[in-house]
């Protein structure tokens, strides 16, 4: 991918912001802003901003401009929930998945991941990854699954974490994927030995999948194991938790709790949570009070849900996501994610995080003006919120000058069009740039 080393000092100007806070609905008629970035940081962001610094004795002939032409500017997106060291094996002998269920996703991974390696997992990751970068992704969540002993996933995405750190900031569950409790390996190592492994070997968060162990039993006991390593070792938790239409599928509730005690709710991500899409109302008004409290996260995963749950289901057909309005409404942190690209479980996905909001925005019915003129936050600040990352990310003064520009000049025009990402920007370095030019003859389409 090409770059272009930013000098010292770069002033980018006409741009409408989107800061991703609660409001900050930047439209066409807003005032167009300026943003000086100096040594990768924001040094100073607002109106006219060659003119103020110059009229304060600011020589500005050493500083390039920029011009955004009254593009929108947010800050980059975070994928919170992929699997990096599965895209692309979709095709792979003995990975196809019929039944389009994620257990069985989960059995044909079991059964062709054998021949894993390093570099192999390597080679597809920095394929995923970069499909991420050319979608405005700048901060990435994955998940390795490390119910396997050699821990091949694991070996290959920390290597890539580190060699990519100045590209895109990568964080790494340590996932159980076969189970805690009822994964064995050959020499009688546990699904929650490993997890434990995958911390010291520098993992960055617990990861678990209750709904999958053998009995509830064995789910809840993997919910402590989770909160009891995230403490030992001071991680964060990503549990992928009750990704099943089974209304009695409650580990979130348990989680939550154990969380809140722990006082790690702010560390601590639910992710899927299908389940509460066919709770009834009654127990999920009683669950939201804890997950207030908690300040636990939720990371959804909208186009992979609607393609995995409802499958036992006839008509009425369920959507398969959690309840992202209810929970926003409640106050309580939702973020997005991509999941899959072209693996046993999803046999599309290309990380554009526009099409994954385009889904939920739909599938949650979060249509009103409002909340689609909010809705990049579930891309970005909510992201950042969920991987505990928002004192050093957003388009404020001394922060890194990370962030994107879409091909458009409000997020009603954003969201509307499923806008294209024309620049991305990190440490102050455009790490791509994208034009696009349409000839025509018909006067219609000028």
Request: charged share 25%; proline share 4%.
């Given at each position: 991918?090409?770059?272009t080393h930013?000098p010292?000092a770069?002033?980018?100007t006409?741009?409408?912001l ?13 005032p ?6 100096e040594d990768g940081?924001f040094a100073?962001i607002?109106?006219?901003?060659a ?18 032409g009254?593009r929108?500017?947010?800050p980059p ?11 692309f ?9 019929e039944?389009g269920t ?8 079991s ?17 995923g ?12 969540r994955t998940?390795?699954d490390?119910?396997d002993?050699s821990?091949t ?7 890539l974490?580190?060699?990519l750190?100045?590209t895109?900031?990568?964080?790494i569950v ?11 390996g ?13 911390l010291?070997?520098g993992?960055?968060?617990v990861g678990?999948?209750p709904?999958?162990?053998q009995?509830?039993?064995f ?14 070792y ?5 549990v992928h938790?009750?990704?099943?239409d089974?209304?009695q599928?409650r580990?979130?509730?348990?989680l939550?709790a ?18 509460l899409?066919?709770?009834?109302n009654?127990?999920?008004?009683h ?15 909208p186009?992979e849900n609607?393609?995995l ?5 006839t008509?009425?057909?369920r ?13 309580v ?5 991509q999941d899959?690209?072209?693996d046993?479980?999803y046999?599309?996905?290309n ?6 909001l385009?889904y ?5 019915q979060?249509?009103?003006f409002?909340?689609?003129?909010d809705?990049?936050?579930f891309?970005?600040?909510n ?8 004192d050093d990310y957003?388009?404020k ?15 009603l ?12 920007v ?5 790490l791509?740039?994208?034009t696009e ?10």
């Open positions: 991918m090409p770059t930013a010292t770069t002033l980018f006409n741009a409408h989107a800061t991703g806070e609660p409001g900050s609905t930047a439209a066409d008629t807003a167009l802003k300026d943003l000086l970035v940081r100073a607002g109106p006219d901003l003119a103020r610094l110059a009229a304060q004795g600011r020589d500005m002939r050493g500083v390039q401009t920029v011009d955004l009254g929108l500017v947010c997106f975070c994928d919170t929930h992929v699997h990096l060291d599965y895209v094996t979709a095709r792979k002998p003995g990975a196809v998945n039944s994620l257990f069985e996703g989960i059995q044909r991974w059964e062709t991941k054998s021949d894993l390696t390093v570099e192999e997992v390597k080679a597809r990751a920095r394929r990854i970069a499909k991420e970068l050319r979608h405005g992704v700048q901060h990435i998940h390795a490390v119910t002993p821990l996933s694991l070996k290959a995405l920390l290597e974490k580190e060699e750190r100045d895109v900031t990568i964080q340590s996932f159980p994927q076969e189970g805690m409790y009822s994964y064995e050959p020499h009688g190592e546990s699904g929650a030995d490993l997890v434990e492994e995958g010291r070997m993992a960055d968060c678990g999948i709904h999958y162990e009995c509830r039993e789910g809840e006991r993997s919910m402590h194991t989770v909160v009891e390593l995230a403490s030992k001071g991680k964060r938790i990503d938790c009750d990704e099943t089974d209304p599928s580990f979130v509730e348990l939550a154990l969380a809140y005690r722990e006082g790690i709710g702010e560390m601590t991500t639910a992710s899927h949570t299908c389940s899409g066919s709770a009834d009654a127990y999920f008004f669950l939201t009070k804890l997950l207030k409290a908690s300040h636990m996260n939720f990371a959804c995963a186009t609607l393609y749950q409802g499958r036992q289901d008509f009425p057909k959507r398969g996501i959690t309840r992202v309005k209810e929970l926003t409404e409640a106050g942190n939702v973020s997005l994610g899959s690209m072209q046993p479980w046999p599309l996905g990380a554009n995080m526009m099409i994954i385009d939920m925005l739909h599938l949650a979060m249509m009103s409002p909340q689609i003129d809705a990049l936050r891309l970005t600040t992201g950042a919120r969920t991987l505990g990352i928002l957003g388009l003064e001394g922060r890194p000058a990370n962030f994107i520009v879409l091909d458009a000049d409000s997020v025009d954003a969201v509307y069009e499923r806008a294209d990402v024309l620049r991305s990190r440490a102050g370095r455009t791509f740039t994208r030019t349409v000839r025509t003859d018909c006067d219609l389409l000028r």
